[in-house]
Structures are given as C-alpha cells and as structure tokens.
T-cell receptor, first 111, second 115 residues
C-alpha cells in the first residue's frame, strides 16, 4: 500500500543548512509536497514539486526529487529559529485527490 | 478568503458526552477532508468528501464517529459517545479539483480533550 517515511527529528545550528529527507512508495504520484506545522497551528504548504522535475528552488528552500529511488528532500538554507517546526512530506495518491502524509520531521534550531 | 475555519478551537468534555466539531471550507473548494493528529499515530485521514458526498470513510475509527456535509460551506464531525482515547487535534482541510496542483489548505484545528 501507499506509505511515506521520514526521519522523526533533526537538530541544526542557526545559520547552517537543514536537509529533511523523505521516501515514498507510489511511483505514479504526480505531485509531492512539503508542509510546515508550527506549534498550535494547522499545516501550511511550504512548497511542492511536480513529478517530472528534479529540482525546485524557492528562496531559501530547495526541493530535490529522485524518482528512481522515490526519494524527496527539502533543504533549508541559512536555517533560522523561526524555521523550528514539524515538516511533513506528502504524496498525492494515484489519481485521487487524497494526500498521503509522512509522520513529520521535527526540526529544532539552536543558537 | 478567510481560509478554512474550524470551531471550536478547544473542546474539553467528559467521557460519554457527544462532541461536534465544525468546519467551513474555502469558498469554491469541492473537496473537504477530516484528519486526526496524535503523538502516537501522527496525522490520520478520517474521511473526505467531494461535492458534499463522502468518498472514503475507511479511516473513521469506529461507529462512534460520524461526519456530514449538508452543503458546500459546512461540515461536521461528531463523536458519540466520546472516550478519553479520542483526545487529539482534529483538522479540516479543503482543496479544489480545478487546481491541478491539488493543494490542501488546513484549518487551525480543534484540540479535543476527553476526560
């Protein structure tokens, strides 16, 4: 069945780059997404990538997609304390409108 | 648009009571999703609707849970009777078929505590 896996925790120093990794199973996924959840809030879309792309850059965010290995990563350059949050990877399930979410990676940024 | 609106933001109730969570999707969106988030199980999809019709309710944990969408601008998730293990944050999200990217927009959630 469909599954999205990601590591649960990442700790980085302020100013360093953060890399959050994700693997997914549905090779027919057309879109893959990164959502951010701050404490006490809902999930907010950070960025997404279409499956025919290898990379997408948006200011401090870089998304890399390796379709062969079904691996997705999110790189945050110059990580700030405001980036501390839980980051969810998600894939669109087949031709349906539902998304399959990973368990979330908790990013802790320390001085 | 104000985004997805959920109410109440917090709900504290006693075991056995009925709980109703409410959601107003973004105007024009034709998909509505209910999720539950707990530390143990992460984010779980409970049920989703398309054009007010339930499409997949396989994530609804038991018969105590029910969801309705009487019109395009309102949905409810009801738990009757509630149990302590139902304590969680419940999210509603909506999306639009007309948007190819299929982005789901989430509400702020309802934090439910069942004592």
């Amino acid at each position: 069945g469909e599954d999205v896996e990601q590591s649960l925790f990442l700790s980085v120093r302020e100013g360093d780059s953060s890399v959050i990794n994700c693997t997914y199973t549905d090779s027919s996924s057309t879109y893959l997404y990164w959502y951010k959840q701050e404490p006490g809030a809902g999930l907010q879309l950070l960025t997404y990538i279409f499956s025919n792309m290898d990379m997408k850059q948006d200011q401090r965010l870089t998304v890399l997609l390796n379709k062969k290995d079904k691996h997705l990563s999110l790189r945050i350059a110059d990580t700030q304390t405001g980036d501390s949050a839980i980051y969810f990877c998600a894939e669109r399930y087949g031709g349906y409108n539902k998304l399959i979410f990973g368990a979330g990676t908790r990013l802790a940024v320390h001085p | 648009d104000a985004g997805v609106i959920q109410s109440p933001r917090h709900e504290v109730t006693e075991m056995g009571q009925e709980v109703t969570l409410r959601c107003k999707p973004i105007s024009g969106h034709d998909y509505l999703f209910w999720y539950r988030q707990t530390m143990m199980r992460g984010l779980e999809l409970l049920i989703y609707f398309n054009n007010n019709v339930p499409i997949d309710d396989s994530g609804m944990p038991e018969d105590r849970f029910s969801a309705k969408m009487p019109n395009a601008s309102f949905s409810t998730l009801k738990i009757q009777p509630s149990e302590p293990r139902d304590s969680a944050v419940y999210f509603c999200a909506s999306s639009s078929t007309g948007q190819v990217k299929n982005i789901q927009y989430f509400g702020a959630g309802t934090r439910l505590s069942v004592l």
